[in-house]
């Protein structure tokens, strides 16, 4: 529920002209980043990614790229709303899920809330 959230309040972005789509807002992203780095942040997207595409069939064939980006996600960039949406409430939920487990909740949301300051995290 956190992560639709979230989802909601800053809809994810692609610009057309890249390769691929984040599928994590930037606020996200750079918090993650800077609390783990960018090999930390790219290894827990992939992870993610790969829980997501259990769920999800049509991301099983999505790679991330070094740059942070998950490639051979088109379908979903074509397609404004509910499936691009579902898409990245599933990473993010299982990237949530992730540090929860790794870093604890209380840390998890210090994260979330640096990342998203106006948002409510209470359920």
């Not at 979230?6 to 609390?35: H, W």
Request: neutral net charge; hydrophobic residues 50%; aromatic residues 4%.
């Amino acid at each position: 529920e956190l992560a639709r959230r979230l989802v909601a309040s800053s809809p994810i972005v692609s610009d057309p002209r890249m390769q691929g789509a984040t599928l994590v807002n930037e606020s996200l992203r750079d918090a993650l980043a800077q609390f783990a780095g960018t090999e930390g942040f790219l290894a827990l997207l992939r992870r993610a990614l790969a829980l997501a595409g259990a769920e999800l069939p049509a991301l099983q064939g999505a790679k991330v790229s070094a740059q942070g980006r998950i490639e051979g996600i088109e379908q979903f960039l074509t397609h404004a709303g509910t499936a691009r949406e579902e898409a990245a409430v599933a990473v993010t939920a299982h990237m949530l899920d992730l540090l929860v487990t790794l870093i604890g909740e209380p840390l998890t949301r210090r994260l979330v809330r640096q990342a998203y300051p106006k948002a409510s995290l209470e359920e």
